[in-house]
């Protein structure tokens, strides 16, 4: 499983194909992948928008349930990593994600 290979839509633009992750994917990513970041100011970066983003989705019940639904998806371990950064960072989102 690769969240942003696996969750991914397009959108056409000036006759222009772009490929982009589902937002909800993108969150978690920038999660998981914070945590292989050697610069402070580059991890930081990563989990404030994943944070900000996140917390946005939760808000929209499609967009809530998405992100549960790619969350359930996910390997254990992953699911595991990734609700031990949301603890610190985002209580909000890791209780929206524990249930």
Known sequence: MTLLRDYIFHMIYNDITI??????????????I???RKKIAKKDKDLMAAK???????RFENHGNRLKSIFSEMPKRWQKQTLVILKKVSPELYSFLHD
């Open 34 to 36: 914070s945590q292989n």
């Open 19 to 32: 490929w982009l992750p589902e937002p909800e994917a993108y969150i978690i990513h920038k999660i998981l």
């Open 52 to 58: 900000n983003i996140g917390e946005l989705c939760m």
